[in-house]
């Protein structure tokens, strides 16, 4: 086994755990973007969103849950930004789905999640529609 998050989720590498479940473990990130950032990942590898198992899935949603209750509840955070980068382009760096779970305040200057780019899409007539039919498949 390779994978430092399946090495993490099994024991073999220590990890300040925050909560598990049979298939999902929570522990928290070792480069924290602010304190309290915890990592969600399915206890059997994935690398991507798309390959986990439903099961897996609502395990790492329930974990996330369990993680943003006590974040608020027991820590006093305000509210959380919940993110997965999936794949290398999103900025994924272990390739091993994994959930953020980042703290956030009112007054952190960091804002919403569309700040991370630029500008928003401009898109042509009709293409909301069109990009809503390819969807839905």
């Not at 198992?53 to 943003?68: G, R, T």
């Given at each position: 086994?390779?994978?430092?998050?399946?090495?993490?989720?099994?024991?073999?590498?220590?990890?300040?755990?925050?909560?598990?479940?049979?298939?999902a473990?929570?522990f928290?990130?070792?480069?924290?973007?602010?304190?309290?950032?915890?990592?969600v990942?399915p206890?059997?590898?994935?690398?991507?969103?798309t390959?986990m198992?439903?099961?897996?899935?609502?395990a790492?949603?329930e974990?996330?849950?369990?993680?943003?209750?006590r974040?608020?509840?027991?820590?006093?955070?305000?509210g959380?930004?919940v993110?997965?980068?999936?794949g290398?382009?999103?900025?994924?760096?272990?390739?091993?789905?994994?959930?953020?779970?980042?703290?956030?305040?009112?007054?952190?200057?960091v804002?919403?999640?569309?700040?991370?780019?630029?500008?928003?899409?401009?898109?042509?007539?009709g293409?909301?529609?069109?990009?809503?039919?390819?969807?839905?498949g």
């Amino acid at each position: 086994m390779t994978c430092i998050f399946c090495k993490i989720a099994s024991g073999e590498i220590p990890s300040e755990k925050v909560i598990e479940n049979e298939r999902a473990f929570a522990f928290l990130d070792v480069k924290p973007l602010v304190k309290g950032h915890v990592l969600v990942i399915p206890k059997r590898h994935a690398e991507r969103v798309t390959d986990m198992p439903p099961e897996d899935a609502s395990a790492v949603m329930e974990l996330a849950q369990h993680v943003i209750r006590r974040l608020e509840g027991g820590m006093g955070i305000q509210g959380v930004t919940v993110a997965f980068n999936d794949g290398r382009p999103a900025g994924q760096e272990v390739l091993h789905a994994h959930m953020h779970i980042v703290p956030r305040s009112e007054t952190d200057g960091v804002g919403p999640i569309h700040r991370l780019f630029k500008a928003q899409a401009r898109l042509r007539e009709g293409e909301l529609r069109e990009i809503g039919v390819r969807l839905r498949g």
